[in-house]
């Protein structure tokens, strides 16, 4: 059948190839990791699979889509206003910056800084998930607290806090956390409160995680639970699994994804 159309789709670290009619209704889909094509309208089986030949690899699994799971149908329902997925690192900064510019230069607001160290984080978390990982940023929290990361993937959930270190020796000292000659602050245990509300809202185990931007020299001291990394580690942690299987990777950033889920925490 001729004028088929075939569009490429990345997204939430899966490839696939998308096949429409030309009245634009959705004719198939193909997965590139799994090799399957779901058919959606199966009298045009063979039209579908001529025009998807010169972009699949091997031999192809042609059947119905598969049944929708839990957290299928969760996505399907959930409201724009209560998906966490759009937002941005350092979503409330960027809010309070955007709504509330000060009179002073943009360079001289540690906002500025803060905003940066969010953002310098959340690019690196995003790029795990080629290894199948998901993300979310800016996850809030009642009484205005906020998870700056949320990572879900085969080395289970963990709650990352993002510290800008400004290039300064960074010292631990558990629970206090001191960059270069500024005051202590007691950020180990926040951290520790955050993923025990983390992990109350998604009933799994949450790790916390403090990932420091632009540190100049870590001095650590044992932590308990909670693990310290500079921002140039990051890409380590997609070496990490055995925890949680595929399928109960996407029910849980499902499930953390809805705003409602955190309103009980």
């Known amino acids: 059948m001729p004028g088929l159309r075939v569009t490429p789709v990345h997204r939430h670290g899966q490839a696939r190839l998308y096949v429409s009619l030309p009245d634009g209704r959705a004719a ?9 094509v779901s058919l959606l309208l ?36 959930l409201h724009p206003d209560d998906d966490l997925a759009p937002n ?12 509330h510019a000060p009179a002073r230069r943009f360079g001289a607001d ?18 795990l998930e080629h290894a199948g990982w998901r993300v979310l940023h800016a996850v809030p929290l009642p009484g205005g607290a ?32 001191t960059v270069g000659r500024s005051a202590p ?19 799994a185990a949450v790790r916390p995680l403090l990932v420091l931007v632009d540190a100049e020299r870590i001095e650590p001291s044992p932590a308990n639970g909670v693990s310290v990394l500079n921002d140039r580690e990051i890409p380590d942690l997609a070496r990490r699994g055995g925890v949680l299987k595929p399928a109960d990777v996407e029910a849980l ?13």
């Open 88 to 99: 941005r690192p350092g979503e409330t900064l960027l809010t309070e910056l955007e709504r």
């Open 253 to 265: 950033y499902w499930t953390a994804r809805d705003r409602r889920t955190w309103l009980r925490v």
């Open 185 to 203: 602050r007691p950020l180990l245990r926040d951290a520790r409160h955050q993923a025990e509300r983390a992990a109350h809202a998604l009933a």
């Open 28 to 36: 198939a889909w193909y997965d590139r990791d799994s090799g399957r």
């Open 110 to 127: 540690p906002r500025r800084r803060a905003l940066a160290a969010h953002e310098a984080a959340g690019a690196a978390l995003d790029l």
């Open 42 to 77: 199966d009298d045009h089986r063979d039209a579908v699979l001529a025009a998807l030949r010169p972009y699949a690899v091997g031999e192809l699994l042609v059947g119905p889509p598969p049944v929708p799971t839990v957290a299928d149908l969760a996505r399907l329902a």
């Open 146 to 177: 906020t998870i700056d990361h949320l990572l879900v993937g085969p080395g289970g959930v963990i709650a990352v806090r993002s510290l800008d270190a400004g290039h300064h020796r960074v010292r631990i000292a558990d629970p206090l956390v």
